[in-house]
């Protein structure tokens, strides 16, 4: 909190802006480096209260190298493939030296134990999904940061009360979290004074992605009440941006597009054209990760299969429901795209 005020004007001295472009949303020059206070404030509690055993201080090794990433990205902007590498030196961080990996699939689709390699590459696999789906559902004033406050909120929980000598340091890890994303949108709702930024977003990805893989793991604790049901569990407490991405990359590639190609086809962009403001548009998507989380916490006992089926019905329900029906905004763009000389106005 005391941290923004500062960037904002040093960004406004250096002319660090953010901005707007044909998809953006905001509409004036933004300071972008909010993940400097985030992390700021998430480093500097970690390191004072919190233990840095079962792996923790590498997690901080790999959020160090993705801030840098992100950091050169919002100054200079860099490219996708360079992006990828950051991501690919801090998931081989805590893949390889804290051994934070996920080794079961608690019986989902019979599967148990998995095989070395095939639990390295899929703990990679899900490190850097996460990562760019907390990334990707950063594009409204307090989206990204009340998601974070949710999932880390959540995940936190089941950490402290059942981590035990094995998991507990991540307590102090989603709680340290919680309030460097707090502090960070005391500034960030609509009309945002800084946006979290590349060096917010990966970092906090990262974050979640190693929570979300040590959360599956607790699952093997025989005091849970969540039991082997961890993984879809994780899948709802996630709902929201791992449905946005995999939405995107999927109506993308089935375009004949590369699937990191930019575009406003993302879940938050199709609310605000129903006709929702801003606000609306992040309390909407807020309840309905709220809303997820509440159902596959108290559905768990009934195993993964019926959690994942409901969240598959989910996500096909909201696709189809956002690829019929266009809002106000959406047929107003139409009309105009269809109207004579459109294009060349446009």
Do not use: W
Not at 260 to 289: E, K, M, W, Y
Not at 316 to 335: D, E, H, K, N
């Amino acid at each position: 909190m005391f941290a923004v005020p500062s960037i904002v004007l040093v960004a406004q001295r250096k002319n660090l802006f953010d901005t707007p472009n044909a998809r953006s949303v905001h509409r004036a020059p933004t300071p972008r480096l909010g993940g400097v206070a985030v992390l700021a404030g998430f480093l500097s509690a970690l390191t004072i209260f919190a233990p840095l055993g079962q792996g923790v201080q590498y997690l901080l090794a790999g959020c160090l190298l993705l801030f840098f990433v992100g950091l050169k990205d919002d100054l200079v902007t860099i490219s996708v493939a360079k992006k990828f590498v950051g991501q690919l030196l801090a998931t081989c961080v805590v893949i390889l030296l804290a051994e934070v990996r996920i080794t079961s699939f608690q019986g989902i689709l019979g599967l148990g134990t998995l095989p070395v390699g095939v639990s390295y590459g899929f703990t990679f696999l899900v490190i850097v999904g996460i990562t760019n789906a907390i990334n990707l559902i950063d594009g409204l004033d307090g989206l990204a940061g009340t998601l974070l406050v949710l999932i880390s909120s959540s995940m936190g929980y089941y950490f402290y009360r059942y981590g035990g000598n094995t998991f507990g340091s991540y307590a102090f890890v989603a709680a340290c979290l919680l309030g460097g994303v707090l502090g960070f949108l005391r500034y960030n709702f609509h009309k945002a004074s800084i946006f979290m930024g590349d060096t917010g977003s990966l970092v906090c990805g990262f974050i979640i992605s190693v929570l979300t893989i040590q959360f599956i793991e607790l699952g093997s604790s025989p005091d849970l009440p969540i039991g082997s049901a961890t993984p879809a569990v994780a899948l709802g407490i996630l709902f929201v941006p791992l449905f946005d991405t995999t939405r995107v990359f999927l109506v993308r590639m089935l375009a004949g597009r590369s699937p990191f190609a930019p575009d406003r086809n993302h879940i938050h962009h199709r609310v605000l054209a129903l006709g929702f403001s801003q606000v609306n548009t992040v309390l909407l998507l807020a309840l309905l990760q709220l809303l997820v989380i509440l159902f596959v916490i108290h559905f768990a006992y009934l195993g993964s299969l019926f959690l994942i089926g409901g969240l598959v019905t989910l996500a096909v329900a909201l696709s189809v429901f956002i690829a019929v029906y266009q809002g106000p905004t959406a047929r107003q763009q139409s009309v105009l795209e269809a109207q004579p000389g459109a294009a060349v106005a446009a």
